[in-house]
C-alpha cells in the first residue's frame, strides 16, 4: 500500500510559480512512476506531467510543456512539480499518483494510488 501526500498549494497570482510536493508515506518511490494531474471543477480529471522510475524519462501533456517541470531527486525524496508563469485556467485540484510501472502512464486508469489533492488557485 502507497499513500501519498501533496502539498504546496495555494492561491498566486497570474505569471507567478508554485513548487508542488508529493510525498510516499511510509515507503519510497523505488522502481514507481509518478504522475501529476489535475481536475477542474466540471471537468476531467487530467494529466499535467509525470516521470518514470529511473527519473531519467519524463512526459508533460502540452498545456505544461515549458512552463512545468517534474523532477526527482532519488526515491527517498519527495517528487516536485514546479510550475512557472501560471496561468488562470491552470486553476484546479492537483493530483499525484503511483504505479509501480517503469514509464510515465499519460491516464489516470495507469495509476493505483492516489493522493487527496492539493488546490492551485490563480488569480487574472
Known amino acids: 500500500q502507497v499513500q501519498l501526500v501533496e502539498s504546496g498549494g495555494g492561491l498566486v497570482q497570474a505569471g507567478g510559480s508554485l513548487r508542488l510536493s508529493c510525498a510516499a508515506s511510509g515507503r519510497t518511490f523505488s522502481n514507481y512512476a509518478v504522475g501529476w494531474f489535475r481536475q477542474a471543477p466540471g471537468k476531467e480529471r487530467e494529466f499535467v506531467a509525470g516521470i518514470g522510475w529511473s527519473a531519467d524519462s519524463t512526459d508533460y501533456a502540452d498545456s505544461a510543456k515549458g512552463r512545468f517541470t517534474i523532477s526527482r531527486d532519488n526515491a527517498e525524496n519527495p517528487v516536485y512539480l514546479q510550475m512557472n508563469s501560471l496561468k488562470p485556467e491552470d486553476t484546479a485540484v492537483y493530483y499525484c499518483?503511483?504505479?509501480?510501472?517503469?514509464?510515465?502512464?499519460?491516464?489516470?486508469?495507469?495509476?493505483?494510488?492516489w493522493g487527496q489533492g492539493t488546490q492551485v488557485t490563480v488569480s487574472s
Open positions: 499518483a503511483a504505479e509501480r510501472r517503469l514509464r510515465v502512464g499519460v491516464t489516470p486508469l495507469d495509476y493505483t494510488y
